[in-house]
């Protein structure tokens, strides 16, 4: 197949300069402790720029996204770092093995290189599968004329499966043009015996020591022996050397079949580590430790039918307390939102936990727990047995403002008001698959809250409430309003119950999802009765 490669002249990167970094690639590049510092200029809306630590991968791709720039991206995005990407060769490979490998032209790994290192404020570049001479020379090239603060070196050669992933005869390149400018090297037990000309299988702790020394003295700065496949270990040890003094890493060894791609993994986090400012010790603990979590978490999982099965590198994002896969929010779920509170709950002699069940059961589709004076232990206390209820019953529970209770006992969402944390921070602080919902009296403000992500928005108060002190009333008119701009959907609240749920829902605005409620359930001698009324209401207007 013929290689047609574009270059397109109009490409930023001819009129920008590269000035970062200069100067930068000398030996005494990682110390003890460096750190980056980021650029805090101011943004219109006065928040602070910051410079996020940023890694490039050079590397393959690997189809079954279980090594390779897959895995670099995965184990940087862990981390909390940038990753961008050069790919160097394309594979088609899964948990079975390794099908093909297409390599990509030097000369487009070459331009790739130009387009990220001259403008995107590279770190600290990783590499992985270079699969030709012409590709690591580019790389040296390229990196001697956009100089980064550390170059961490996958040796990569043959897959887990034994299939060769790059050409034997890069080796020589590998040793004499790399290593010598490379900070870290990560080679396993067969590529260190690799790198030594085979002439020895590495078998024991010693003879990993002698590896190292002989490797170092090939160049690398520092180098770090995996130990993974070490027989006759309990532990999986890894050998670290400066130069001077051996530490070794200890982590049980874990049985588990989804361990392709702990290489690229180990390799991205120590480059990530590193981009954010560790020294080269702390960034190889972390990564050792990361390594021993994701498989721990990864055992389990089950993708493909071979062998080697991938890691989640990502299971810290998961809410495991939930099920793997999230439910979704649905609108619909609006309609009979029932609003817990504390007063009226004593008033009547009744728990938290039993308000809930009985608005279940009487036909609440949504329950916000709206706390405001309970003691932060009690609260959260009866939040957890609220969210036991819920869940059995497949029905959302949302916290009142308190973020923290939300966080902690692993609630479907929050709602929030006007003068609590901002949509966008509650975002940040619950992720992507949590239920925001905000209060809003305005078109603006609606506006607003779609703007920030908000999943719907409260409005009102409709009608006046005691619930709520000092709350301005904007009546069906302002409630009309705001649903009428409104692109989220909408739950509408404030003194609303049996006798006027009907003139709410009558205002006709596809964007009205429902009514939220708090004295017309729980201020009542039956909370199942009134929800059972209210619901057969709403099901019927
Ligand atoms: N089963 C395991 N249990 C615990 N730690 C492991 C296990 N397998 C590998 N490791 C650790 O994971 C890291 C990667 O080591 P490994 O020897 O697997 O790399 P590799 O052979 O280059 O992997 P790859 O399959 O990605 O090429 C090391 O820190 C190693 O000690
Ligand atoms: C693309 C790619 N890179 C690295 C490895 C080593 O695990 C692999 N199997 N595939
Ligand atoms: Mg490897």
Not at 22 to 27: E, G, I, K, L, V
Not at 211 to 216: G, T, V
Not at 260 to 285: D, N, R
Not at 431 to 439: A, C, E, L
Request: glycine share 8%.
């Amino acid at each position: 197949m013929a290689d047609t490669i574009f270059q397109l002249r109009s490409l930023p990167f001819f009129s920008t300069h590269h000035h970062h970094y200069a100067c930068r690639h000398s030996r005494s590049r990682i110390m003890a402790s460096s750190s980056t510092s980021p650029s805090l200029k101011m943004t219109h809306d006065g928040c602070p720029k910051n410079k996020i630590p940023h890694v490039l991968s050079v590397a393959g791709s690997d189809s079954g996204a279980g090594a390779g720039i897959q895995a670099d991206m995965k184990a940087c995005g862990a981390a909390g770092v940038y990753c961008s990407t050069v790919l160097t060769a394309v594979t088609a490979q899964n948990t079975v093995g390794v099908q093909g490998v297409h390599l990509v032209p030097e000369e487009f790994v070459a331009l790739q290189l130009i387009s990220v290192l001259s403008d995107m404020n590279v770190d600290v570049v990783k590499t992985g599968i270079l699969p030709s001479i012409g590709t690591i020379r580019v790389l040296c090239e390229k990196l001697k004329e956009f100089p980064v603060r550390a170059l961490v070196v996958d040796p990569v050669m043959v897959s887990t499966s034994g299939d060769l992933l790059a050409s034997p005869a890069t080796m020589s390149t590998y040793l004499e043009e790399l290593l010598p400018m490379t900070d870290i090297v990560t080679p396993n037990l067969k590529e260190a015996s690799a790198m030594l000309g085979d002439v020895k299988e590495l078998q024991t702790l010693d003879d990993m020591r002698s590896a190292a020394k002989a490797i170092h003295s090939m160049g690398s700065r520092y180098v770090l022996i995996k130990g993974g496949h070490l027989k006759d270990s309990a532990d999986a040890v890894d050998l670290f050397f400066d130069g001077e003094r051996f530490h070794e890493l200890h982590g049980p060894y874990i049985d588990s079949q989804n361990t392709h791609g702990t290489g690229c993994t180990l390799a991205s986090y120590i480059a990530a580590e590193l981009a954010k400012g560790c020294s080269m010790l702390q960034a190889v603990q972390e990564a050792k430790n990361f390594i021993g979590k994701v498989i721990v978490h990864s055992k389990y999982m089950v993708i493909g039918s071979g062998q080697q099965g991938p890691l989640d590198h990502l299971f810290h994002l998961k809410n495991h307390s939930s099920g793997m896969i999230k439910k979704r929010f649905n609108s619909d779920n609006l309609l009979l939102y029932a609003v817990t509170d504390s007063v009226m709950n004593k008033k009547w002699g009744r728990s938290i936990v039993d308000a809930v069940k009985s608005a279940i059961e009487g036909g609440a589709t949504i329950i916000q727990l709206r706390e405001k004076e309970a003691e932060t232990r009690y609260f959260l206390e009866m939040a957890i047995a609220c969210m036991e209820i819920c869940r059995s019953r497949d029905i959302m529970l949302l916290i009142n403002d308190r973020i923290d209770i939300a966080l902690a006992c692993d609630a479907h969402g929050v709602h929030i008001g006007q003068f609590d944390m901002p949509v966008m921070k509650v975002r940040n602080l619950l992720g992507p698959s949590k239920v925001i919902g905000v209060s809003c009296k305005t078109p603006e403000q609606a506006h607003q809250a779609w703007m920030d992500g908000a999943d719907y928005i409260g409005c009102g108060g409709v009608f006046s409430t005691t619930t709520k002190e000092n709350n301005r009333t904007i009546g069906l008119e302002g409630l009309k309003t705001v649903c009428s701009t409104s692109k989220l959907p909408v739950v509408a609240i404030g003194g609303i119950n049996g006798s006027n749920a009907r003139s709410v829902m009558e205002i006709n605005d596809p964007n009205l999802k429902g009514v939220a409620v708090v004295s017309a359930l729980f201020d009542r001698e039956s909370i199942l009765e009134e929800t059972h009324h209210l619901k057969s209401l709403l099901l019927h207007s």
